[in-house]
């Protein structure tokens, strides 16, 4: 599986942007996909997850300001960020993690990152 992240630029404070992540193919029955995003030598930090089941969450600076949502159809995870704000300066990265059974996939994506797929990377500067 190979993700392919789109989207993403600069813009000002109180702007949108939208990326993209189409996923190769999606072999997975049961997943977790999700927008994380890490800058030079910080924290990766979890920004919003989709389960196969429909449950959504985001982390809560983002909350009402930012929107994942999926076409299954096409396998493209989005985020839709609006009111965007100086701190969501960052690189912002896709991931999938999932298999033929229910497990905690989530988990997978936080803690063994190296079994999840990643997109390449998306550069997001808000200025001020």
């Known amino acids: 599986v190979q993700l392919v992240q789109s989207g993403g630029g600069s813009v000002q404070a109180g702007g949108s942007l939208r990326l993209s992540c189409a996923a190769s193919?999606?072999?997975?029955?049961?997943?977790?996909m999700a927008w994380f995003r890490q800058g030079p030598g910080n924290k990766r930090e979890e920004v919003a997850l989709v389960v196969d089941d429909g449950t959504i969450s985001y982390t809560d600076s983002v909350k009402g300001r930012f929107t994942i949502f999926q076409d299954k159809d096409q396998n493209i995870l989005y985020l839709q960020m609006n009111d965007l704000k100086p701190d969501d300066t960052n690189v912002y990265y896709c991931?999938?993690?999932?298999?033929?059974?229910?497990?905690?996939?989530?988990?997978?994506?936080?803690?063994?990152?190296?079994?999840?797929?990643w997109g390449q990377g998306t550069q997001v500067t808000v200025s001020s």
């Open positions: 193919r999606f072999p997975y029955w049961r997943y977790c």
């Open positions: 991931a999938l993690a999932g298999g033929d059974f229910s497990s905690s996939w989530c988990d997978v994506l936080r803690n063994a990152p190296d079994f999840g797929h």
